[in-house]
Nanobody, 124 residues
């Protein structure tokens, strides 16, 4: 079992930045792929970014590529999402998720553990 707790959400103006954190506890953090997803009101949950447990491999949605950066600190069992040049369409609840180490992808059904989410609101 893995427990995930997100933090760092808030209200920011368009063009601004936020850094989300996700602290993991429980089973060995280092062997999981870590991902970020988001869900806006009335929309399905969508993939944002993922980071393989080793080797530094990352994957991004086209909509955030070049603006968002996912990173992880395995020693602290924490994954981060640095969000720059934020747009109003980035407004959503952001979720941290963990998947088995063999999976690095965009399908939320393959992520086994989820945090409670943190709200990000970008004003125009």
């Amino acid at each position: 079992q893995v427990q995930l707790v997100e933090s760092g959400g808030g209200l920011v103006q368009a063009g601004g930045s936020l850094r989300l954190s996700c602290a993991a506890s429980g089973r060995t953090f280092t062997t999981y792929t870590m991902g970020w997803f988001r869900q806006a009101p009335g929309k399905e949950r969508e993939f944002v970014a993922a980071h393989k447990w080793s080797g530094g491999y990352t994957l991004y949605a086209d909509s955030v590529k070049g603006r968002f950066t996912i990173s992880r600190d395995n020693a602290k069992s924490t994954v981060f999402l640095q969000m720059n040049s934020l747009k109003p369409e980035d407004t959503a609840v952001y979720y941290c998720a963990a998947a088995q180490s063999y999976y690095v992808g965009v399908d939320p059904r393959n992520y086994n553990y989820w945090g409670q989410g943190t709200q990000v609101t970008v004003s125009s």
